[in-house]
């Protein structure tokens, strides 16, 4: 109920025709992410939802459009991608087109310029988890900061901690806590994982690195399982994923980390390709013009599509386990 309120008073500010509107919904609804924005988000303010059945039909999914007035979309970035590259899709009337909310997986920079070059919408991206409702920040959309998770919803509080759980200043970067009324309790019946869960005080730990900005807006940098470490430097997917996905012929890239007996690990990505003959060598220098030194992937494999979720978002911990059954 409290994230019902907290997230009616952001759609309310875009959408304001009661019941005039129709939003896509192209996520399964039994997830929390398009659960609470279409299937009680649009209820409760009045709006209607145009429900995708299975959106990794991206053909099938433009032709359910195309008949179909709609003002708005649910996604993430790698649908936004696989949208913006039919050209069916591209042909479209997007004039009456209002908002785009993006959750899920990180935006990336590429993603978003693509998406308002082809429908003229801006993306709004958000941030949360099933343990705070989910909504935790979206950005405002009369202000958009391209590259965070906007600002912490009304009733909820932010703060970094670091690996000791000491809060950290604004502008540094460590693991995101929340407070507030979206919040929960904790695990059904698991005192155990509770208390792994929360501070001492009562905040939740996320299990994401953030940074929060001067002005009140979140930057995510990864989650911190996923960090990498390369001679003892950080090296954070999301930023090795960015850099190879702004290369023009490359679809979608997942980063990993696997053992190496030099470096403690070295840095992999996953490529699907538009153009077969890309080659690694390529995207090495590429990567070497846009990143330090040591987050320069040493390898890259290509692949015609990448492990993800019933929702969409890539899978790195499936690479990771394909990886060490190698090793093995």
């Given at each position: 109920?409290?994230?019902m309120?907290?997230?009616k008073?952001?759609?309310?500010?875009v959408?304001?025709d009661?019941?005039?509107?129709t939003?896509?919904?192209?996520?399964?609804?039994?997830?929390?992410?398009?659960?609470?924005?279409?299937?009680?988000?649009m209820?409760?303010?009045?709006?209607?939802?145009?429900?995708?059945?299975?959106?990794?039909?991206?053909?099938?999914?433009?032709?359910?459009?195309?008949?179909?007035?709609?003002?708005?979309?649910?996604?993430?970035?790698t649908?936004?991608?696989?949208?913006c590259?039919?050209?069916?899709?591209?042909?479209?009337d997007?004039?009456?087109?209002?908002?785009?909310?993006?959750?899920?997986?990180?935006?990336?920079k590429?993603?978003?310029?693509?998406?308002?070059?082809?429908?003229?919408?801006?993306?709004?991206?958000?941030?949360?988890?099933?343990?705070?409702?989910?909504?935790?920040?979206?950005?405002?959309?009369?202000?958009?900061?391209l590259?965070?998770?906007?600002?912490?919803m009304?009733?909820?509080?932010?703060?970094?901690?670091?690996?000791?759980g000491?809060?950290?200043?604004?502008?540094?970067?460590?693991?995101?806590?929340?407070?507030?009324?979206?919040?929960?309790?904790?695990?059904?019946?698991?005192?155990?994982?509770?208390?792994?869960?929360?501070?001492?005080?009562?905040?939740?730990k996320?299990?994401?690195?953030?940074?929060?900005?001067?002005?009140?807006?979140?930057?995510?940098?990864?989650?911190?399982?996923?960090?990498?470490?390369?001679?003892?430097?950080?090296?954070?997917?999301?930023?090795?994923?960015?850099?190879?996905?702004?290369?023009?012929?490359?679809?979608?890239?997942?980063?990993?980390?696997?053992?190496?007996?030099?470096?403690?690990?070295?840095?992999?990505?996953?490529?699907?390709?538009?153009?077969?003959?890309?080659?690694?060598?390529?995207?090495?220098?590429?990567?070497?013009?846009?990143?330090?030194?040591?987050?320069?992937?040493?390898?890259?494999?290509?692949r015609?599509d990448?492990p993800?979720?019933?929702?969409?978002?890539?899978?790195?911990?499936?690479?990771?386990?394909?990886?060490?059954?190698?090793?093995?």
């Amino acid at each position: 109920v409290s994230n019902m309120l907290q997230m009616k008073f952001v759609i309310e500010n875009v959408f304001t025709d009661p019941a005039g509107e129709t939003i896509v919904a192209p996520l399964p609804l039994y997830h929390i992410y398009s659960f609470t924005v279409n299937c009680m988000g649009m209820m409760v303010t009045g709006n209607h939802n145009l429900l995708i059945t299975n959106p990794r039909d991206i053909p099938g999914f433009v032709k359910e459009l195309s008949g179909a007035k709609f003002s708005g979309m649910l996604g993430l970035n790698t649908l936004f991608v696989a949208l913006c590259n039919n050209e069916e899709f591209r042909k479209f009337d997007f004039s009456g087109f209002k908002l785009t909310v993006s959750g899920g997986m990180a935006l990336t920079k590429f993603a978003a310029e693509e998406w308002q070059k082809v429908t003229g919408s801006k993306v709004i991206e958000g941030y949360g988890l099933t343990e705070a409702s989910p909504v935790v920040s979206i950005n405002p959309p009369d202000s958009i900061q391209l590259g965070t998770i906007g600002k912490a919803m009304i009733g909820t509080q932010v703060k970094t901690i670091d690996d000791e759980g000491h809060d950290l200043p604004i502008g540094e970067s460590g693991e995101l806590c929340v407070k507030g009324p979206q919040v929960m309790k904790g695990y059904w019946q698991r005192p155990d994982e509770t208390a792994k869960t929360f501070t001492s005080d009562g905040w939740l730990k996320t299990g994401d690195v953030a940074v929060i900005q001067d002005d009140g807006f979140i930057r995510i940098v990864d989650r911190k399982k996923d960090l990498i470490i390369v001679s003892g430097f950080n090296v954070y997917p999301n930023e090795i994923e960015e850099v190879v996905t702004s290369h023009p012929e490359v679809i979608e890239s997942a980063a990993i980390g696997i053992p190496d007996d030099k470096s403690g690990e070295t840095i992999k990505v996953f490529v699907v390709a538009k153009d077969p003959s890309l080659s690694a060598e390529r995207l090495i220098a590429f990567c070497r013009e846009r990143l330090t030194g040591y987050k320069v992937p040493k390898l890259f494999e290509f692949r015609e599509d990448l492990p993800k979720t019933n929702v969409g978002k890539i899978l790195r911990r499936s690479l990771r386990e394909e990886e060490l059954a190698k090793k093995s």
